[in-house]
C-alpha cells in the first residue's frame, strides 16, 4: 500500500525504513482527546492499502462520528504497533507468519479482523507486448535467454529484475540466486517509482521484467503477463534463503488490537464487517493514483455510488 477529511486528522509518517529511526512508541495525537471516539489506522504505502483506509476513515468520521488518525509504517513495524496498541487496526495484511506465530498465537496481543475479501498475488510479470513478440519469455526457464534485452545500467551485465520498495514482501533476490538466473534484482524504491519506471518502459515500448501484485490498478494502464514460476506447493517459502517457487495466492486479511477488538465499540465492529472486492479497490485506487483524487474525494465518490455494499457494515 494518509487520509484527508472534514474532521481535524492527524498525519503522523512513521519512517521505519531503511536508516530511519523507529517511531512506533509515538501514539496518536488523539489518544488523550477528551469527549472524542478515535481510532488509529495502520496505512501501508500502496495504493491498494490506501483505498482500504480512505473508504474506512471516510465511514468511520461521517457515519459512526468517528475521528481517525493515519500512521504511514512499514509492514512488519506496523505489526509491532499493532501489538503496542499504537494503531488500532490493519486492513491489509499479504501474510506475516513470524509476526502472526509471535503476537496472535504467543502473546494474544492481536487478532484476526477476518478477510479483506481480495485475493493478493504478487509475481514476475513481463510487458504484454513484449510477450506477444516473444512468447516463451513467459516460462522461468527461458528468462536468461531475454537477459540481454532486459539489462539497464543499474543491473549492470545482468538482466534487470525491477522491485519496488525493500520493505515489500519479496523473494526475489532468493529466486534469482535459486533458480541460477542471470538477473540482478534493482529496487526502485517505492510503489510510485516502480509505476514510474513501468510507464517509461511502456511508453517507449520497451521490454522489462518487474516484480508486481494484484489486485492493483496499473493493469488497466499497462497490461502486463506473468511468467510462470516453478509451481508453489505449501512449506516451498518456509526457507527464504532456499526459496525457488512462485508467490502463493493470499487471501488478505486484517488484523486488529486485541484490547481494542474487545472494548473498541462501534469502530471495532465496523472494521471487522469491512470486506468489498477487488473490483472495488481498484475503483478507488485509480481515482486515487491515476485521477489525482484526494483519498477522502476518491472514498466519497465511491461510497456515494456503492450504499448497498457498506451498508451492511455498519454496526
Sequence with gaps: MRLRTTAVVGSLVL?????????????????NARGTKTVTL?????????ANVAVAQYLLEHELGYRVDTVQVDEVP?????????VDAILEDWGHPEQEQRYVEDKKTIVNGGGLGVTGHIGWFVPTYFAEEHPDVTDWKNLDKYAGLLRTPESGGKGQLMDGSPSYVTNDQAL?????????????GSEAA?????????????????????????????????VKLPPYEDGCDADPAKVDCAYPHTPLQKYLNAGFAKDGG????FLKKFRWTTEDQNEVSLMIAEQKLSPEEAAKKWVDSHESVWKAWLP
Excluded: H
Design 42 to 50: 495502520s496505512v501501508q504505502s500502496w495504493v491498494g492499502a490506501q
Design 15 to 31: 519512517l521505519t525504513g531503511c536508516g530511519a529511526a523507529d517511531m512506533t512508541q509515538q501514539a496518536s495525537p488523539f489518544a
Design 266 to 269: 462501534e469502530a471495532a465492529a
Design 78 to 86: 506496523a505489526w509491532d504497533a499493532l501489538s503496542q496498541g499504537r
Design 176 to 188: 534469482v540466486k535459486n533458480l541460477d538466473l542471470d538477473y540482478k534484482v534493482v529496487f526502485a
Design 194 to 226: 516502480q509505476i514510474t519506471q513501468i510507464k517509461q518502459f511502456a511508453k517507449e515500448k520497451k521490454p522489462f521484467l518487474t516484480y508486481w501484485y494484484s489486485p492493483q490498478w496499473l493493469f488497466e494502464k499497462v497490461p502486463m503477463t506473468e
